[in-house]
């Protein structure tokens, strides 16, 4: 009975080239056929070349070299860039406070709260890239609040408040 089933090979793994069998179907997908998951994985395996010394590499994890040695190689010719971005906000929003607290003085522009530490910057047209002077106000965060939040308060127009 044993006989019966045994099957006479009809194609070949594409790896090992072992003779093996598949039924017609499978062969007229035309899917890759392995001899079992080890030629599977040898196949689905993608290498790369390491870009120094050229030996490959599983390509994982965006690997370009193949160990620290061919790392430190492929760093020594990069120029990094040793300067500060170009625009970079935190320092100009700083400067431009510094700037205004300069010409304008250490107080509010509407109340006249003198703690310097917590003015805003405020821009009148409400434009954050439109940095001229004539367009900026140095106001505490009340009156800050106030200008963008109490507008549009759910609370407006209530009775009682």
């Not at 072992?18 to 993608?46: H, M, N, T």
């Not at 990094?80 to 100009?92: F, G, T």
Request: charged share 30%.
């Amino acid at each position: 009975m044993g006989e019966r089933y045994k099957r006479t090979p009809n194609t070949s793994c594409l790896v090992c080239q072992a003779p093996i069998y598949r039924r017609p179907i499978e062969l007229r997908r035309k899917q890759r056929v392995f001899c079992g998951s080890r030629c599977y994985g040898l196949a689905s395996r993608k290498e790369t070349p390491c870009v120094v010394c050229g030996v490959l590499i599983l390509a994982h994890k965006r690997a370009k070299t193949c160990s620290r040695v061919c790392a430190n190689t492929h760093r020594a010719g990069i120029k990094y860039k040793l300067s500060l971005p170009r625009k970079d906000k935190v320092k100009d929003q700083r400067a431009l406070k510094l700037r205004l607290m300069d010409q304008r003085g250490t107080k509010c522009e509407r109340c006249g709260y003198s703690k310097k530490e917590i003015l805003h910057v405020h821009h009148r047209d409400r434009n954050r890239n439109n940095n001229d002077l004539s367009n900026l106000a140095l106001i505490c965060p009340n009156c800050h609040y106030e200008e963008h939040y109490l507008e549009n308060s759910w609370l407006s127009g209530k009775v009682g408040f």
